[in-house]
């Protein structure tokens, strides 16, 4: 679970997060592929309830770590 928590912070580290086309980081592709559509899944629910990017992280580790 911590490694999880590592991936989201790493990954919401920059500000181009939101751009589709971005390349993975390594974190990112440690993933499980589950992981990676689930995390992906919740950015999009983040940025389609316009998140600010402060409350962000927190919103999405929230959203990946439901079942």
């Known amino acids: 679970m911590r490694g999880l928590a590592v991936a989201i912070v790493l990954a919401?580290?920059?500000?181009?997060?939101?751009?589709?086309?971005?390349?993975?980081?390594?974190?990112?592709?440690?993933?499980s592929p589950e992981e990676a559509q689930k995390m992906h899944a919740c950015q999009k629910q983040a940025a389609d309830q316009n998140i600010k990017m402060d409350d962000r992280a927190k919103f999405v580790m929230d959203c990946m770590t439901k079942s």
């Open 12 to 31: 919401f580290s920059g500000a181009a997060l939101a751009q589709a086309d971005m390349k993975a980081t390594a974190p990112q592709k440690m993933m």
